[in-house]
């Protein structure tokens, strides 16, 4: 079992950056693929970075250039910076891992969520 604890998220402005974190416990995170997803209010969960157990990283379109994936082993952490963020990225932020799948059909184990609001 990998549990997953995010944090990070909080209210900021539009244009502003916010990292996130996602801390895992229970199993080497090395061995898994890590990602992010997102569910703003009356929407489906969807899809906005994933990183391999390489490192090789993989992108919403409507992330592409504002956010980064990256993970640190050592530390048993993933990261998500958020640049340029704009309204339209407010939302609950969910980190997941998978020792199987990476990108969109990734999702094996999932962290509570953290709440980022972006003010317009």
């Known amino acids: 079992q990998v549990q997953l604890v995010e944090s990070g998220g909080g209210l900021v402005q539009a244009g502003g950056s916010l990292r996130l974190s996602c801390a895992a416990s229970?199993?080497?995170?090395?061995?898994?693929?890590m990602g992010w997803f997102r569910q703003a209010p009356g929407e489906e969960r969807e899809f906005v970075a994933a990183i391999s157990r390489s490192g090789v990283a993989y992108y919403a379109d409507s992330v592409k250039g504002r956010f980064t994936i990256s993970r640190d082993n050592a530390k048993n952490t993933g990261y998500l910076q958020m640049n340029s963020l704009k309204s339209e990225d407010t939302a609950v932020y969910y980190c997941?891992?998978?020792?199987?799948?990476?990108?969109?059909?990734?999702?094996?184990?999932w962290g509570q969520g953290t709440r980022v609001t972006v003010s317009s």
């Open positions: 229970g199993r080497t995170i090395s061995t898994y693929a």
């Open positions: 997941a891992a998978d020792d199987r799948r990476v990108g969109e059909v990734m999702g094996q184990y």
